[in-house]
Structures are given as C-alpha cells and as structure tokens.
C-alpha cells in the first residue's frame, strides 16, 4: 500500500472521476477528504466509502468559494493531522455559442474550474511543501485543443493548464509533484449537468455515454500516474490524437473538430 495513511483531498467526489478517485485512491491504503455542494450526496458517497472500510471524511463545499476552499484545508490538517495530495477535480461544461452565452455562465464555469483550483491549491500547498506531496488537476483535451459551443469550458481547462505548468516549474525543486491529468470524453454526469445559454441544465448528454472511458478506468490511471509522479497524462487514443494533431495541423484540425461537434445530437450550430 504505497499511500498507506497519506491524506488525499478530492474536490466535486460525490460522482464521477472524483468519486472514482476516491474510492481508489482509498483502496491503496490513503485517508480521504472529498468535497460536495449537496450534503445528502456528500453523506451518500461517504457511506459508500466507508463501506468499503476507507477511512474518509467529508467537508461541504462550493469549489468556487474561496472560503469554502480555505475551510477544505482547514479542516482536513484538523481531522487527519496534514496533507499529501490535493485531487483538483470540482468542475461544470457548459454548451451554447459564445453569441447566445450569458456573461453570468462564464464567470460561473471559471470560479468553479479556474478559480477553484487556485484557491484549493493555495490553501493547501503549505502543507503539501512540507510532506513533498502532490497536486493534481482533472484537466481535459479540451485544454489542449478548443472546441466550438464550449468556449467557457475550453478558457477554464486552458487556464488550469498554464497555472500548473508555471506553479511546476515554481516547485519543481522541492520535492513537490504536479500532474496534469487530461481526460478524453469520460462517462459522468458532467454532460448533463451542463449549462446551456442561460444558464440552466442540459439535462440529457448529447454524446453515447456507453462508448466512453468509465470514471474508475481514469481514477485508475490517475494512480498510476501520481505514483510514478508523472507530469502529464493524455487519455484515450481519441484525445491522444487530438493534442498530436492539433500541435502539427492546428488549421486543419479546426475543420476537423467543427465537423465532428456539429453530429452531436442537438447541435447549436451545422
């Protein structure tokens, strides 16, 4: 159990890859903190780890708090005695054209994605400077390569990308692990939960969720990666393509990503 009795705090953990992360980041031996905005799914997604004999513990939270994020570090050093690896995985999408988008959902998808992992890597770097820990970010191809009707979500994940990569190069001396996990499309929930044009849910996934990676096979690579202390993980031969291509033929890739966006069902744009 090489993260026996490491602390692992997982941000947006009551589904998804953060809940994935949870469940198997525990099972190689780590204390658990995960983070939620709904107190019944937070208690629910605690039951189940704990079922599983992980020792976890949970904090209520809105990753786009910077309080809420101070009281996340503040209370797992409290409960667990300090900090190892900080998973930052809280997040939301959205799809509408820029030109119908609500400025309001913009900003809501950059506190959340952007500004959230600022505030919960600020609040916990003290700690993982001291333990030589890690920092993690659940990025997305779509940090490397935009995409048409996801303007926000692209902005956000580009953002993270260039604050980890200069806070690496910060700490890179210090014994200090940073990695950048960058999913291809993941079955989740993230897709319907979506927001649209004004800012409500899209309710239904407009992509076959069945033909995805499943959520435990990216927490599962995730592990392997931060305990090799990788820098970077690209997922799916998909998304592996995406980021080779778009580095070599960017202008084509535009006409190629274009097409491939407008065959999603209900396609803002054809």
Known sequence: MKLKDRVVI????????????AFIYGKAGAKIV????SQVKLDNTLQKLQQEGIDAYGVLADAASEEDNKKIANEAISHFGRIDILINNAGISMRALFEDLDLEVFHKVMDTNFWGTVYATKYCLPEILKNKGSIIG???INGYRGTPARTAYTASKFAMNGFFESLRTEVMKRGVHVLVASPGFTASNIRNNALTADGS????????????????EV????L???LKRKRDLVLTGQGKLAVFLNKWIPGIMDGIVYNHMAKEKDSPFK
């Open 10 to 21: 997982v941000t947006g953990a009551t589904s998804g890859i953060g809940e994935a992360c």
């Open 34 to 37: 995960v983070t939620g905005r």
């Open 138 to 140: 659940v990025s997305s």
């Open 201 to 216: 849910m899209q309710g239904e996934s407009p992509r076959e969720e069945g033909k995805m990676m499943s959520a435990e």
């Open 219 to 222: 927490a599962q690579e995730m």
């Open 224 to 226: 392997n990666a931060t």
